[in-house]
């Protein structure tokens, strides 16, 4: 009888103290986020850790495999590749971060007034995401780079144009199903504005869908750039990205493996680290899933 009136006086949490309580119980979320906050730190504070130039050139040492002096080794031109990998790691992770965030203001906002609009505005809304969708990625890339020439902003423009794409219909469903709520047509009885009900009740409702895939556009986004690097349509010389690296890698496989090595094994973890970490708030956050 006292365990069951503990029970009954103890105060409820939260949805979202009972969704930081699930995605804390997901050792695999964790250990991805801690992983990822690792390398990251690593990453942006290299130039502490590790102050070597990465673009320094000794010929001399050209191709030396992981020594005390260069713990990763060096590459074709004796650059250090502990030094090129942390700034590698700088650019991939500036490129996925950058390229989520110009994605979900375009596709967050254009999804949500897509749906509260509803009727002819919505259809012609949803044709022109259809058409945007048929256009060839690497062409849309090539055609940005003729007009304004090879510039590292354009990264961010021509991925944040594709992946905004696939946000803005995900939170137009969202939306539709969230207007007809019960909270959204008492706020619409009590003559609330639209931007109102943006703010007050679209966008926190929304709030959870957006964390999910904004943690799981992150690695899609920083494949893209690797993708890019592989055409040569990357970033260019002096900077690197860990694609960059890695294609530079796949050319000297044989001969110095580590130039392929590292670079994979940073980016592959980092990937796997954001997946885990994106399947785990999707798990937490559903609402549709139980305390077990």
Known sequence: ??????????????????????????KAAVAGAVGVCVLMAACFLGGFLWPQDPAAQELSNALSSPSLS??????????????????GGRVSFAVGLLGTAVSLVIGVFYGMFSGWRGGRTDALMMRLIDIAYALPFTLFVMLLMVVFGRQF???????????????????????????????????????QN?????????????AGTIAIYATLTVPTVMLLEAFLSFLGLGVQAPLTSWGDLIKDGAVLMEEAPW??????????????????????????????RGEK
């Open 153 to 191: 902003w354009l990264i961010f423009v021509a991925i944040g144009a594709v992946q905004w794409l696939t946000m803005a219909r995900i939170v137009r469903g969202e939306t539709l199903a969230l207007k007809q709520r019960s909270f959204v047509e008492a706020s619409r009885v009590l003559g």
């Open 1 to 26: 009888m006292a365990d069951t009136r503990d029970m009954l006086s103890a105060p409820s949490l939260s949805p979202r103290a009972q969704a930081w309580g699930r995605l804390r119980r997901n």
């Open 259 to 288: 130039l392929l090595i590292f670079p994979s094994l940073a980016f592959s973890l980092t990937l796997l680290g954001l997946n885990f970490l994106g399947d785990g708030l999707r798990d937490a956050l559903d609402p549709r």
């Open 70 to 87: 260069h713990p990763l080794g060096t590459d074709a031109l004796g650059r250090d590749m502990l030094a090129r990998v942390l700034q």
């Open 194 to 206: 639209g931007r109102g009900i943006f703010k007050k009740h679209l966008l926190p409702n929304l």
